[in-house]
């Protein structure tokens, strides 16, 4: 009877599977602040999906890095037909042909100051970083990305974003917009992973207040009328009143962000012997879908496929 009516589902299919890619091959090395998660070669990378793939994950989304001291001002290693994020989707595309291969669009990784977009004058130029946004997508659907996720928060990216795709040929790759991104220290330890601290400052001039939940509203209404197909709440446990709100306000496929110190959380107490840490990541998914998400980015995807799978 409970089966029966249960509201919330929690499938496989509603997971979102990111991936740490590096330059080089037969490189798989462990993230120390993301227990369980890898630095991965494109080669690596394709072997990882091919596993995910057959527990059931079927959406992967690609962040890169450039080479060691190959990071500039501009971020140029973004849009690198040769950069790891552009050889893991060709290889990817090879190895699980039928997934959905979502890349992220941003600068932070490879600029040397590690802010989102160019800096001039001790701040972001919000304008003029755009047309480098927009060149890192267009080369990653170049590269065979079925879908692009803009996470920099510049204004008019999106719009920047989706005539550049048309522009190229590619009007039918869709974007993932981080719409409502906020300014969050849960974002440690990707920022660890991704050796993307912002040199200095922060990111508040560009990301959102966690006190603010109608700015987010309205920052989905702009990067729908910009263009974007799938809107994006993140981080996603501390925003779940957001997540609800954007799902009442929008009729767009919504995306949350389970992001990596919410996993880091989880693994810790696991670590310390405080909780059952899949048993917890089960939990939180189903209240993040509860809350009204379509889909989850998850650090978790794979550990919780394979415990759907048993049940
Ligand atoms: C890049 C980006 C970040 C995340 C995704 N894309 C970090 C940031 O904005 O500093 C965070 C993801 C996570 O914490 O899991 N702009």
């Known amino acids: 009877m409970r089966d029966l009516v249960r509201e919330t589902d929690l499938l496989p299919r509603h997971l979102i599977y990111p991936l740490f890619i590096v330059p080089g091959s037969g490189l798989r ?17 394709a072997a990882e999906a ?35 994020v552009q050889q893991a989707v ?10 959905l291969l979502i890349t992220d669009v941003c600068l932070c990784a490879y600029t040397d100051h590690g802010h989102c977009g160019v800096v001039r004058g001790g701040d972001v130029d919000n304008d003029a970083t755009l047309p480098l946004l927009a060149r890192t997508a ?14 920099d928060m510049m204004d008019g990216r999106v719009g920047a974003i989706r005539s550049a795709l048309d522009a190229a040929g590619h009007p039918h790759v869709p974007v993932l917009a981080y719409a409502a991104k906020f300014a969050s220290g849960f974002y440690g330890p990707f920022r660890e992973a991704e050796d993307s ?20 509203l309205a920052e989905v209404a702009l990067d729908l009328a910009e263009g974007a197909d799938m809107v994006m709440v993140k981080p996603a446990l501390g925003y779940l009143d957001v997540l609800a709100a954007v799902r009442a306000a929008t009729t767009a496929p ?13 693994r810790a107490a696991e670590r310390a012997g ?26 978790h995807a794979r550990e919780v496929a394979r415990a759907l799978g048993r049940r």
């Open 29 to 45: 090395r462990e993230i120390q602040a993301l227990p369980g998660q890898f630095h991965l070669s494109p080669d690596e990378a």
């Open 50 to 84: 091919a596993a995910a793939r057959a527990e059931g994950v079927g959406s992967f989304l690609l962040f890169g890095r450039p080479p060691e001291g190959g990071k500039d001002p501009q971020g140029s290693g973004a849009w690198d037909e040769r950069g790891a």
């Open 90 to 99: 060709r290889a990817l595309r090879a190895a699980v042909p039928e997934s």
């Open 138 to 151: 267009v080369s990653h659907a170049d590269a065979g990305a079925d879908v692009v996720a803009p996470s």
């Open 197 to 216: 601290p912002p040199a200095f400052g922060d990111r508040r001039s560009y990301q959102l207040d966690p006190g603010n939940a109608r700015q987010a």
């Open 254 to 266: 919504l995306v949350a962000y389970n992001v990596s110190g919410e996993y880091a959380m989880v």
């Open 274 to 299: 405080w909780a059952d840490g899949t048993a917890l990541a089960l939990e939180i998914l189903t209240g993040i879908r509860r809350a009204g998400a379509d889909a989850v980015i998850t650090y």
